[in-house]
């Protein structure tokens, strides 16, 4: 048993409680590798922002549970070394499925989790969800949940359509889970194709698709995580597509749209598809214009910069999280 405490880590109890009396958002941001902790660790560090470390199933299976565990611990001393005297920084497990995997993060320095039983009819849901926070709380592991059904692919979480959360259900299913926070599903997506062209008007200046505004009026009867809210920007797009690469179509959420969600009711937003996007139009442009180049570093190291960048832009410009953790 390790105790997240001793790793320097801490839960969504307190950040939540400042982010909501504070009209800002937390970042959730996923990591697979060194160089995206890195340039999570960095952007964070520089903006003093609060950040969720969040590692999905996908995560897991790529890079391995332990050693993202020991990523994290060392994120903790890698922040204070670049001058963050108090980093607060949470390791999250995204979409936990079982409560056995719920519990083995719990276990081994997790300092919160979620719980997704949000394809279960709604009395197992709860009771699954319970299980994990009677757990959890022992710990003082904090417990995400969620409610309705977000479409789109997120590693292995895949789902044709979305359910709306219902407002109505909210109170309800947070009284008798007892869960910290709950995502809900008011029109965003996993992934980088969030809307199909037909769900979508197209601008007649640029040719792009617009994307439909989300559902805020479920927002205002709860207290919310949003997944799902990359808003696949078009510089990135475009530098891919004309580098080798073929998203044709890709969208996302717009930034107002987030930054309306960031102040008013929303805790936290998980943003995941723009660091791949970042990381992914760097590397291209480098290799298209050094095809000689072969050092890993030439190029994950720019992609690196590129998410920084990135990072601090969210923080800065979306989330309002900025010096708010000293
Ligand atoms: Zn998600």
Redesign the pocket.
């Known amino acids: 048993m390790v105790n997240y405490k001793d790793l320097g880590l801490v839960n969504t109890r307190e950040m939540f409680a400042k982010a909501i009396d504070g009209g800002y958002a937390i970042p959730a941001f996923n990591f697979n590798n060194m160089e995206q902790l890195q340039a999570i660790i960095k952007a964070c560090a520089e903006t003093k922002s609060p950040v969720i470390l969040q590692v999905s199933s996908g995560a897991r299976k790529y890079a391995n549970q332990t050693l993202l565990r020991y990523m994290a611990e060392g994120a903790v001393e890698y922040a204070k070394e670049l001058g963050w005297e108090h980093p607060q920084i949470c390791l999250h497990l995204?979409?936990g499925d079982t409560f056995e995997l719920c519990k083995s993060c719990v276990d081994f320095g997790f300092s919160s989790v979620m719980i997704d039983g949000s394809s279960l009819p709604y009395e197992e849901n709860i009771a699954l969800t319970k299980k994990v926070v009677e757990y959890a709380h022992q710990y003082d592991v904090t417990v995400e949940a969620e409610l309705g059904v977000?479409a789109g692919v997120?590693d292995d979480?895949v789902a044709e359509e979305s359910h709306y959360t219902k407002p109505e259900e909210v109170i309800d299913f947070a009284t008798r889970t007892g869960c910290d926070s709950l995502?809900i599903s008011i029109g965003t997506s996993?992934g980088a194709y969030k809307f199909k062209p037909e769900q979508c008007t197209r601008d007649p200046k640029t040719g792009k698709l617009v994307p439909p505004p989300l559902a805020f009026d479920v927002l205002e009867e709860v207290e919310k995580v949003l997944?799902?809210s990359s808003s696949v920007p078009q510089e990135y797009v475009d530098i891919i597509n004309t580098h080798g690469g073929n998203l044709p179509d890709a969208v996302g959420i717009p930034e107002d749209q987030l930054r309306k969600a960031a102040k008013s009711a929303v805790c936290k937003i998980?943003i995941d598809s723009d660091s791949r996007l970042a990381f992914t139009a760097a590397v291209r442009k480098v290799l298209a214009e050094k095809p000689g180049e072969f050092d890993p570093r030439k190029y994950c190291g720019p992609a690196r910069d590129e998410m920084v960048k990135l990072y601090k832009h969210k923080i800065i410009e979306v989330l309002g999280s900025d010096g708010k953790a000293e």
């Open positions: 995204d979409h977000l997120e979480v995502a996993h997944h799902g998980n």
